[in-house]
Each structure stands twice: as C-alpha cells, then as structure tokens.
C-alpha cells in the first residue's frame, strides 16, 4: 500500500483534472481540496473520488471550467446554480458570496442547486469559521441510485444526506467543525472498506433482503443492499429534513427515481451563515464556549479511549500526523486512480512515479 506525500499527490490529482480540460486554477481548487480531506483523515470524500469525477466528466454530466450563477438575490437571501461544474469551484465560490453578505447583513440564507459533488462539507464550514462567523449546512444528493434505507424500510431510497455546524475558533481552543453523514457510515467509507477487501462495522449496512451484514461488497455488487441511518429513527428524521430543506427550496429536487442518473452526483445546499457580533459580545460568547469545552473535556477517558475530544479534534489530529508521514492510499483505490489517469491521457509510468 503506498503512502505518498499530499504534495506530490495534490501534483498528480491537479495534472489528472488539469488534462480533462480543467484551467489551472480549477484543478488545483479540486486536488486541495480533495488531498485536505485525505490529510483530515476523511479518505472518504478525498482523492479516491477522482475516478468517479473522470467518468462523470467522459459522460458529459461533470463540466469543466462552470461558475456560479446567481438565480436570485435578495440581499441577505440567496439562490445559486452550480451549473453541473466541480463542487470544490462553486463551494469556493458560493461560500465567498454568502459570507460577503453575512457580514453585511448579519447573516445569509443561501440555498445552491445543481452542481456537482461538493466534497467534504466541513470545508466550507471551516471557511464561514475562518471568517468569524457560525454557518449551518444541510445537503441532499442526487446519483445513480439511492444509498440509504429509511427508517423501518428494508431497500436505498435517498443517499447519506450530510448535516455540519461550524463555530469559529475562540481564544483558548480551534474552530468547531461537526461534520457528519445522517448514515452510521458514509458511503465513501464503505467504497474503502470494499477496496481494502475488510468489513464494514456491523449495524451500518443491510443486504439487498433487507438483512444486516458486514460486508461492503452489497454497496457494489448487484444485488445491492442499502446504508442505515445513525441512531435509528432520528438519524432518519434528519436525513429527511436535509433532503426537503437542500433539494426542495433550493428547486434542485428532491431523490425522486425519475431524477436518478448514472454518472454524475449532483449535490444541493441550504447553508444559514450568521455573524455572532450582531446577537451580542462574542467575548462572552467565546468565554462561555472556552469554558464548556474544558468542563467536558475534563470528563475523565473511559477504558481504553486516550482524551475526550470535541469536533475537529481528530481533523486535526489526522493533519499533524499525515503532513508528515504521507497519505496511506490502498491498493486498489492507487490503481483506480492510475488507470483515471491513463483514461485522461496521462502516461501511465510518469503517473505510478508518483508513489515513488
């Protein structure tokens, strides 16, 4: 299994978008952004995406080189099209307009339709927090087919529905950035778990009969099988409100089977991004959340769990020590993205030296 350097693996994935007929400036936006998912340890929503990007943009349903459109503006509220272009673009750009406002107005309400995979969604949390504000992200998918039963159900009907909260950092601790799929375990997760040829852990996967199993194979080979919701009926019931607040008022749509298509993941947005100076001091803000976080921090680690963190801390974690050791990448997923490369015209020697 190799391990590469994030440098010389954000130089490989920009040359692979770069030759799909990406500018400069866009595939090295996509491999950033995919490489600090990978440093995060968030493998899931990081480089190994790239062979599904590839085949997305050979079937024309992923387009390069696509802005933003603004459909609708009303000073603090917003509606955006991403036209089908690369997420890791318009979250870019969507985010830079919604943060604009919030600061103008005190907070924006930004709904984004229609544009491709946006990635991990902490990122774009992680920039309204950079900025000093608190922003809140529901997101829907449209794809193939659908990922995760609903609650009850025994077969896919929408897919892992991503909820995040971003809090700025405060004197004493980093940014807050909770980040989660309404799923036990996000699909990309399984797609590497299927790779690694390991099991998933059990409770997060049914068969395509409806039973558990641990084995991610039912993710990728027919008969399918579906995710499960976290935390039974109320993981359900989020998953359900993202759909209906992302895909229904951003006019994107909901996971309806006449919508589903093979070879694109078409991600919509509700994003609230709120400036905390405007409800009241933020150093008594920041104080009280200081103090918090020690108080629960404080809380003494169960058995065999080292320190008790708060969200982002294992983002961090994973950062200081793959900024040194280098991305692990598994076999499989380094030789579907070599053969990306080779399907983009790349040479496939000058693209296994990578690992090198």
């Not at 918090?292 to 169960?302: G, H, L």
């Amino acid at each position: 299994m190799p391990t590469i350097a994030s440098d010389r693996m954000e130089a490989f994935v920009a040359s692979i978008v770069r030759a799909n007929g990406s500018s400069d400036e866009e595939a090295a936006l996509v491999a950033s952004n995919l490489v600090r998912a990978n440093l995060k340890g968030h493998d899931s929503h990081g480089v190994g995406l790239i062979p599904t990007y590839v085949n997305a943009q050979h079937f024309g349903k992923l387009r390069p080189n696509r802005q933003m459109s603004v459909i609708k503006d009303d000073g603090a509220i917003l509606l955006l099209d991403g036209n089908a272009g690369f997420g890791q673009v318009i979250g870019v750009a969507a985010m830079k307009l919604g943060i604009e406002r919030a600061k103008q107005h005190g907070l924006c309400l930004m709904s984004l339709r229609n544009t491709h995979h946006l990635g991990r969604i902490g990122e774009w949390g992680e920039m309204a927090a950079d900025a000093g504000l608190i922003s809140i992200h529901w997101v829907n998918g449209i794809t193939k087919m659908p990922l995760v039963a609903p609650y009850g159900g025994s077969d896919a009907r929408y897919t892992t529905n991503p909820y995040c909260t971003a809090i700025p950092e405060t004197p004493d601790h980093p940014r807050i950035i909770f980040d989660m799929a309404t799923t036990k375990v996000a699909q990309g997760k399984v797609r590497v778990a299927y790779n690694k040829g390991v099991p998933v852990p059990p409770d997060c996967l049914i068969d395509s009969k409806g039973v558990m199993t641990t084995d991610p194979s039912v993710m990728f080979e027919e008969p399918t099988g579906a995710l499960m919701s976290v935390g039974a009926h109320k993981g359900y019931g989020l998953a359900l409100i993202c759909e209906i607040l992302a895909g229904g008022l951003s006019g994107g749509g909901t996971f309806l089977p006449e919508r589903s298509d093979g070879w694109s993941i078409i991600n919509n947005m509700l994003t609230i991004i709120v400036d905390p100076a405007r409800l009241g001091d933020t150093g008594a803000l920041f104080s009280e959340i200081d103090d918090f976080i020690r108080y629960v921090k404080a809380s003494p680690p169960a058995p065999g769990v080292d320190e008790v963190m708060v969200p982002g801390d294992p983002e961090r974690k994973s950062t200081a020590e793959r900024s040194v050791s280098g991305l692990p990448i598994d076999d499989q997923t380094w030789e579907e993205l070599v053969q990306a490369a080779v399907q983009s015209g790349l040479d496939e020697a000058e693209a296994r030296a990578f690992a090198s």
